[in-house]
């Protein structure tokens, strides 16, 4: 079964810095050629793509409101995918999801309808 496991999520003031994990596991060479994104979903509001990343290649792809702040990166050695994140603001408060594609020829997008495995998610909060 492929799980997905989100971490690193926190309580920071605006300007400040997180970093968020996403662990994958499942079948052998799961993580290898996958596109592996990061949503986030405030209260009240539809959830969004932030950034996403090629693991068979590291072609990348970033939401206008992140590009310059955020940065989204990979380590096969972990199966891990990464979301680097700086100047933060209150508007990028939300609980924060990873997703995988499994489909062959995926291409890194922003767009959820794309993605089929799903983490738990982990809250994010900045305060202003």
């Known amino acids: 079964e492929v799980k997905l496991v989100e971490s690193g999520g926190g309580s920071v003031q605006a300007g400040g810095s997180l970093r968020l994990s996403c662990a994958a596991s499942?079948?052998?060479?799961?993580?290898?050629?996958?596109?592996v994104g990061w949503f986030r979903q405030a209260p009240g509001k539809e959830r969004e793509g932030v950034a996403a990343?090629?693991?068979?290649?590291?072609?990348?792809m970033y939401a206008d409101s992140v590009k310059g702040r955020f940065t989204i990166s990979h380590d096969s050695s972990k199966n891990t995918v990464f979301l680097q994140m700086s100047g933060l603001k209150a508007e990028d408060s939300g609980t924060y999801y990873c997703?995988?594609?499994?489909?062959?020829?995926?291409?890194?997008?922003?767009?959820?309808?794309?993605?089929?495995?799903w983490g738990q998610g982990t809250q994010v909060t900045v305060s202003s």
């Open positions: 499942g079948p052998p060479y799961f993580y290898n050629n996958k596109c």
């Open positions: 990343i090629y693991t068979g290649g590291g072609a990348t």
């Open positions: 997703a995988a594609d499994p489909s062959a020829f995926c291409l890194p997008t922003v767009t959820p309808a794309t993605y089929q495995y």
